[in-house]
């Protein structure tokens, strides 16, 4: 028997498969999905078996080493899945495998100096080697680098390399009492025979420990002694979670029914669903009530949410519905968390997945039905390879079970509109919010007119005359400005100069709270200087305000209330999100947000949101930017107001009359459309046409652009005349951790050989440079 093998090296010389003999012994377990030790040149490395077959035309085939899985880590489907994807997003397919993987099935590898005969060696370099002859191929090495080279090349000394997994399961240790009346000194011993005497089944070795302060030397000389043995039993990793588990009890408005009813008459078919529904419409009820009759029907159902903040609120909703046949997936989780979250789904102990982007990869095998909420959020992304959007892959993979893919939001994205205006999704649409409450007020605060009359706060007059009365009602404040840290910029007022990353071309932003400057692309950090390093005048000048000066502005203004601030700064630690978020509910008065706090969260008492500085997104570079502009306001407005008490909303911007805030005022979604889809239509972007971004990167400028000519002229001679290739321009911020970056973008209606000609740029061009190619592009 032969096996196809794909090896555990992301690199396009391997980005395919070998052949391999497989050993007698593994024919009857071997299976395709599972990872295998093979032989790779001087080494033992990891690869997953892709196919079986009988025959091979290669010659002088290596054996398999080892079998690293009884039960495959990758299902058929997601073994095809992976090819599809890996030519859809010229992505190698090692690393497709890598992110359907929790990182505890990824290998690292390990090497070791092993000796076939101590007597050969020189002194020194034999006390290297322990009592089993081997030697840790390490920095303590290479003192003795020249000998051991010299031994190597006689067959005295070998490097080995062994396979590593990084995480591991979890074992709770019991003991169990063998020989109850062997006699023993000591009284320790003495005490652990009597403890496991008095119960007729073994006892947790930390418990017993507790009850007789005994070590766990006196266990082993007990286990030596074969008085008590030892039970490993595996068990998982328990997540801790702030909310408890929530069931309540919904019954659905008329729309919700409509929408309900669609959806459930068309569980066994594939088609996408569009659920339109305004903030508070009442989605997640449909989700969950649709999930449970896919269950009922003995399948499985993955639910996707975009921020990691959501999941808290999301799981504590699914865990009172369908109890521990949850798990849960996002990158928060420790690598033994989500590897034990993972076993359970592999293992089919589980009905239902809630997580992240990653979370579309679920080793489901009867899926039911796939959600996606908030599918408009640009979180479902992502930037590196293996470059997918998880509605993509959510759309093969409900293509292939046959099921319905339904994707919610009350801003949904235009192409996704598009594409329901267009017949190929059903349109659902819930116009009026569940419990019956009126959708918030929204004011636009011109800051050009409260900077004239001589306002120099952060907050319009209205924004701090509302939070004024908000905190004397003991309501719950939620305020909004989508840029962390303490000032975006610092300027020496003698010189004009702005300190600058020294990696990129971007300037460093100040933050307070250790007093350094932060590059946000790079992730270099320094001292804040209290002198000009250009010119060395003490006059530094900290401008424009992020997340931290607004915290710092509210504690100075409002002293006794409870300020909360959640940002990507503050939800660094394990569970932070879920923490400030628990604590923000039930003792705080203003929270203080980046996007994070925008979408999803429902809290009874928030009655008033303010937006900061809602124009700061509308110029960036983006062709979805005012679409993004309008989703952020529209989705933030709707946290206020969702329960009994009335909800107010006020907009600070310096640019009131542009259309993406005029109508997220109104929550005039169909407005925004028809505006947004003219202005589309002329500068020639999605969905009138598809647009590709390839991005090239390097540490010489003029080498990237001239490779990115080079390629620019390849595509205009490859591929069809109506296609629309332009650059290579360099970005606004051309330099990110000392690597230039140029882009390339390419726009067609429907080229029949884009997918080709990429793979061909790929295959070609990935060697000589880095390279992305991005069919869902963020442009730069």
């Not at 594939?270 to 269950?295: A, C, P, R, W």
């Not at 404040?477 to 840290?485: A, E, V």
Request: proline share 4%; aromatic share 8%.
């Amino acid at each position: 028997m032969i096996a196809e093998v794909l090896v555990d090296v992301p690199a396009k010389a391997v980005d395919r498969t070998f052949d391999y003999a497989v050993p007698a012994a593994f024919e009857s377990i071997i299976e395709m999905g599972q990872r295998v030790q093979v032989p790779f040149g001087p080494r033992f490395i990891m690869g997953y078996v892709l196919q079986l077959k009988e025959t091979t035309e290669v010659q002088g085939l290596k054996a398999i080493k080892g079998v690293m899985d009884l039960v495959p880590s990758l299902t058929r489907e997601l073994l095809e899945l992976g090819k599809t994807m890996q030519f859809t997003t010229t992505s190698p397919l090692v690393s497709i495998y890598h992110a359907m993987l929790p990182r505890a099935l990824q290998s690292k590898y390990k090497k070791t100096l092993v000796c076939h005969d101590i007597t050969k060696l020189d002194s020194d370099v034999a006390g290297l080697f322990n009592r089993y002859q081997e030697a840790p191929y390490n920095d303590s090495i290479i003192p003795f680098l020249p000998a051991i080279k010299q031994y190597i090349q006689q067959g005295v000394i070998e490097i080995r390399h062994t396979i590593q997994q990084r995480g591991h399961k979890k074992y709770i240790t019991y003991l169990a009492l063998e020989q109850p009346d062997f006699p023993v000194r000591g009284a320790k011993q003495q005490a652990i025979i009597k403890y496991l005497a008095d119960y007729d089944e073994p006892q947790l070795k930390r418990q017993v420990l507790m009850a007789t302060k005994a070590s766990h030397s006196t266990i082993k000389s007990l286990l030596e002694k074969g008085i008590v043995t030892e039970i490993e039993e595996e068990t998982y990793r328990q997540i801790q979670h702030r909310y408890d588990a929530l069931n309540k009890c919904v019954t659905f408005t008329a729309e919700q029914q409509v929408a309900y009813d669609a959806i459930h008459q068309n569980l066994n078919q594939h088609q996408t669903f569009l659920l339109k529904g305004v903030t508070g419409s009442g989605k997640t009820e449909i989700y969950l009530n649709i999930i449970e009759d896919v269950v009922t029907q003995g399948k499985q159902a993955i639910m996707l949410v975009p921020e990691i903040s959501l999941t808290p609120m999301m799981v504590s909703r699914f865990k009172g519905r369908f109890g521990e046949k949850v798990a849960l997936l996002h990158s928060r989780l420790s690598i033994g968390e989500k590897y034990d979250e993972w076993r359970k789904i592999r293992r089919k102990e589980v009905d239902v997945v809630v997580g992240a982007r990653s979370a579309i990869f679920a080793p489901f095998e009867h899926l039911g039905v796939i959600i996606i909420d908030e599918e408009h959020t640009d979180s479902y992304k992502q930037d590196t390879l293996p470059t997918y959007h998880a509605k993509d892959v959510a759309m093969m993979r409900a293509e292939y079970y046959d099921i319905p893919l339904i994707l919610g939001s009350a801003t949904p994205s235009v192409d996704s509109y598009f594409e329901a205006l267009e017949g190929r999704y059903t349109m659902l649409t819930m116009e009026e919010r569940a419990n019956q409450t009126t959708l918030p007020d929204v004011y636009i605060e011109d800051m050009r007119y409260e900077f004239q009359g001589g306002n120099r706060s952060i907050f319009s007059k209205r924004l701090k005359a509302l939070i004024d009365d908000r905190l004397a009602k003991k309501q719950q404040i939620m305020l909004l400005l989508n840029r962390r840290g303490h000032s975006t910029f610092v300027m020496c007022r003698n010189c004009g100069e702005v300190i600058m990353c020294p990696n990129c071309d971007i300037s460093l932003t100040y933050h307070e709270r250790n007093d350094t400057l932060r590059c946000h692309y790079c992730g270099h950090d320094e001292q804040n200087p209290t002198n000009c390093p250009y010119c060395g005048s003490p006059h530094i000048r900290y401008m424009g305000i992020g997340t931290e000066k607004v915290e710092e502005t509210v504690k100075e203004m409002y002293p006794e209330a409870k300020v909360i601030r959640m940002d990507t700064d503050t939800t660094t630690s394990k569970n932070a999100h879920e923490e400030l978020l628990y604590q923000f509910e039930h003792e705080g008065d203003i929270l203080i947000g980046t996007q994070m706090i925008a979408k999803g969260l429902d809290f009874p008492n928030v009655t008033l949101v303010g937006v900061l500085a809602a124009d700061m997104s509308l110029n960036l570079p983006d062709y979805q930017a005012v679409e993004r502009t309008f989703q952020l306001l529209t989705q933030v407005s709707g946290r206020a107001g969702r329960h009994e008490l009335e909800g107010e909303v006020v907009i600070q911007t310096y640019n009131p009359d542009h259309y993406a805030i005029l109508y997220a005022k109104d929550h005039d979604y169909e407005s925004f459309y028809k505006t947004e889809m003219k202005i589309r239509q002329l500068g020639g972007y999605t969905p009138y046409y598809n647009i590709v971004q390839i991005l090239i990167r390097d540490k010489d400028v003029k080498r990237v652009l001239k490779i990115g000519t080079s390629i620019v002229m390849q595509c205009r001679k490859e591929l069809e005349d109506d296609v629309i290739v332009l650059g290579p321009v360099l970005p606004k911020v051309a330099r990110i951790n000392n690597y230039y970056r140029a882009q390339i973008i390419i726009k067609h209606q429907q080229s029949p050989s884009i997918d080709r000609v990429l793979k061909e740029l790929y295959n070609t061009y990935n060697e000589t440079i880095m390279m992305a190619i991005d069919k869902h592009p963020q442009l730069l």
